[in-house]
């Protein structure tokens, strides 16, 4: 099986920064793109950014030029670096990959992490 495990969140004040991260482990031969994702009370989740494996980032339209994602494939960790943090923010922040397992190659399955939560107030 694969775990994601995040952490990083915490309490913060607006205009702070927060880095996040997602450890992927277990039967991995290979990641594909890496994502963050945030829902926030009474809100679908939404995708925040996300990196495939060459590192070809894309980011939602609210979070560019504020959040940068970054990976390191060796450690199979996905990195989510939130600056000039806004209320708005505030949500759980979920990690998804989109692995191939050893004893599955042909069939790439997404796996979601537990989420951490982010909470953006004075």
């Known amino acids: 099986q694969v775990q994601l495990v995040e952490s990083g969140g915490g309490l913060v004040q607006p205009g702070g920064s927060l880095r996040l991260s997602c450890a992927a482990s277990?039967?991995?031969?290979?990641?594909?793109?890496m994502g963050w994702y945030r829902q926030a009370p009474g809100k679908q989740r939404e995708l925040v950014a996300q990196?495939?494996?060459?590192?070809?980032?894309n980011y939602v339209d609210s979070v560019k030029g504020r959040f940068t994602i970054s990976r390191d494939s060796a450690k199979n960790t996905a990195y989510l670096q939130m600056n000039s943090l806004k209320p708005e923010d505030t949500a759980v922040y979920y990690c998804?990959?989109?692995?191939?397992?050893?004893?599955?190659?042909?069939?790439?399955?997404?796996?979601w992490g537990q989420g951490t939560q982010v909470t953006v107030s004075s």
């Open positions: 998804k990959a989109n692995v191939q397992r050893r004893d599955a190659p042909w069939s790439p399955t997404d796996y």
């Open positions: 277990g039967s991995i031969l290979s990641i594909n793109a």
């Open positions: 990196i495939s494996s060459s590192g070809s980032a």
